[in-house]
């Protein structure tokens, strides 16, 4: 792959079959029915709008109002969905913070996929999620980055990963992250602090769940050419330096502790409006 051709998105990851999996677990405890209208909050690349759209069974009265703050991944969404038909899909750019500006409707469900980890006003995106929700609407999110993710048999994996990554800047690239540039997703809540936050904001929780996952060599490959994961993980680095160490890093892990996959814990949690 050359530096040119790499897309630093988050499809390379978002295609891979248990990434699937997880998403297909939140959508399908949502209950999602035809007709109904569901709002897929930070869509990204259009990966769960598709999931979604399946439940929707391609009804008229059905709607799927999909929006992320990143014009480059609603573009990629854009042509992933081209073949649903368009009056099913809105996409919105917008920010997560200002839901109840953006959607002026009553819905059946707000689905947040591995995202939340990346938003600071967690408190308020419930706030606003709880706006726009009919009651005895749903609220259902998962993510992989939350206190309590990385069993901790992995954390050896982890180590020898930054390590070999930030080795490889330095000796190749002069380059050293940059601590004071460290982003949100690196403040991590745990299950139970989502819960109250959902309850301090009027919620009633549904279904609280954590999953094991086993993530290949591929899944990390992928996760290490996504922009907003670099930027995490190797703050004020840039984007191909900070993908290739990532990259280089894992490989070498995976094949000096001779790994098939590593295990990644999900959460998964489904709150409605009473
Ligand atoms: C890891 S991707 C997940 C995409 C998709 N939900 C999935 O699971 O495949 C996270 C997405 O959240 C979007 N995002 C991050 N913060 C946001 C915010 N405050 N409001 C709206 N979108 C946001 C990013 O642009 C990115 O597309």
Redesign the pocket.
């Known amino acids: 792959m050359t530096p040119e051709s790499v897309n630093y998105s ?1 499809v390379r ?2 295609e891979q079959s248990f ?1 699937r999996q997880v ?1 297909q677990a939140l959508v399908n405890s949502c209950a999602i029915k035809p007709g109904q209208h569901i709002v ?9 709008t598709q999931l979604i759209l399946q439940k929707l069974q391609g009804m008229r009265e059905s709607l799927v109002i999909a ?4 014009a480059e ?1 609603l573009q990629q969404a854009r042509a992933k969905l081209a073949e649903a038909r368009n009056q099913m899909v809105k996409l919105v750019q ?4 200002q839901l109840s500006g953006l959607v002026r409707e009553r819905v059946d469900a707000v689905i ?4 939340i980890h ?2 600071a ?1 967690k408190e308020e ?1 419930a706030a606003e999620a709880l706006r726009i929700l009919r009651p005895g609407g749903v609220f259902a999110f ?1 993510t992989t980055f939350f206190a309590g993710a990385q069993p901790e048999e992995t954390a050896i994996f982890y180590r020898r990963w930054m390590y070999r990554a930030i080795r490889t800047l330095r000796s190749r690239y002069q380059l050293m992250p940059d601590k004071a540039a460290k982003v949100e997703s690196r403040r991590q809540l745990s299950s139970t602090e989502y819960v109250e936050l959902l309850h301090s904001q009027g919620f009633t929780l549904r279904e609280e769940l954590i999953k094991p996952v086993a993530v290949p060599l591929e899944g990390w490959l992928g996760i290490s050419q ?1 922009q ?1 994961f670099i930027a995490g993980a190797l703050p004020g680095v840039p984007l191909e330096a900070g993908r290739q160490a990532l990259q280089q890093a894992v490989t070498q892990v995976f094949a000096e502790l001779k790994l098939q996959f590593v295990p990644r814990n999900w959460l998964f949690i489904v709150a409605a409006r009473p």
Request: hydrophobic share 45%.
């Open positions: 988050f990851f978002a990434y998403n897929d909050l930070a869509c990204g690349t259009g990966a769960v929006i992320d703050s990143s991944a917008g920010q997560a913070e947040l996929c591995n995202a990346m938003m006003q995106i998962n996504f907003d």
